[in-house]
């Protein structure tokens, strides 16, 4: 990367944080919601611990991250909602008047979403930690969670782009979280898969990528290093990224020249 588009990804990196920081209605849910959920989730769904087989012996252990996984899906209606914000109030088209290139835009956009899921991922971590979750591989697997929750929130945050850049509008944006929140609810995120008695619910959670990030996460709480675990969920990360940047890309240089 050129040291001119470093210094506009810089000033929109800036811009982004400066801008999400200024909005309190972004920041709480991200932190109170998820961790609403887990509470509901670990004293509901303990009895599963009893299930032959069940990984471990705490619930909470193979819950908390979940919390991860939303605070990245929070990510992608930030990322998304801001850069259609700033296709709403023409903020794109008079940057199009610069010598400010596209790619500086998405990848700047990015900053804010991202320092979300880093504030909300500290916050369930602390929460982890105070509740006695114990992370099976030590402080350097928290670090490398705490990586591969950021993968994931980027993931989560260039689908919201796409979105952004196809819809213009932040109102279709909105409207992917619960889209989302469906494959959420149609992986392994509740009951790992070997432990799924419903067929067809096994097969669509086997083919679901939220699956493989879950997994990896959840790998380095309740497993220690599970090489397999961490390939799959970084590869899954890194391959719907790369998918969602590229198609938000292109879909912000199309909107661009007709403008």
Known sequence: MSGGLLGEVGLLARRSVRRTLRQPALVVPTIVFPLFLLAVNASGLSSATKIPGFPTKDYLDFAITVPFMQGALFSSTTAGTELANDIETGFLNRLQLTPLRGGALLIGQMAGALLMALVGSLAYLAVGL??????????????????LALLVALAFASIGAFFAAQSGSSQAVQGLFPLIFVLFFLSSMSLPRDLIAVGWFRTV???????????????????????????????????????????????????????
Do not use: H, K
Not at 130 to 146: E, H, I, K, P, T
Not at 242 to 258: I, K, N, P, Y
């Open 130 to 147: 105070a509740l006695g979750v114990d992370f099976r591989s030590g402080v350097a697997g928290v670090l490398v969670l705490l990586v």
């Open 205 to 259: 959670a086997s083919w679901n990528p939220v699956s493989y990030l879950v997994e990896g996460l959840r790998s380095l709480v309740i497993t220690g290093w599970d090489g397999t675990a961490l390939w799959r969920g970084f590869a899954a990360g890194i391959a719907i990224a790369v998918l969602g940047l590229w198609a938000a890309s292109r879909g912000l240089a199309t909107r661009m020249e007709r403008t």
